[in-house]
């Protein structure tokens, strides 16, 4: 089981979900949680907004 879980899939169908970051570092949290809202829920739409985006060295 990963870090996040979605427990009431069916109350997410069909709907335009926005996932909000502060910073947005590596990407894997972020990526972490659509991948499993998408699993749950693949009828349903998936936007991303964040602040900030770290410098990649």
Do not use: C, Q
């Given at each position: 089981?990963?870090?996040?879980?979605?427990?009431?899939?069916?109350?997410?169908?069909?709907?335009?979900?926005?996932?909000?970051?502060?910073?947005?570092?590596?990407?894997?949290?972020?990526?972490?949680?659509?991948?499993e809202?998408?699993s749950?829920?693949p009828?349903?739409?998936?936007?991303?907004?964040?602040?900030?985006?770290?410098?990649?060295?």
């Open positions: 089981m990963g870090s996040f879980t979605v427990k009431y899939p069916e109350e997410l169908e069909n709907l335009h979900i926005l996932i909000v970051d502060d910073v947005i570092t590596t990407g894997s949290t972020i990526l972490s949680g659509l991948e809202i998408h749950a829920s009828s349903s739409r998936l936007s991303v907004y964040s602040l900030a985006i770290s410098k990649m060295v």
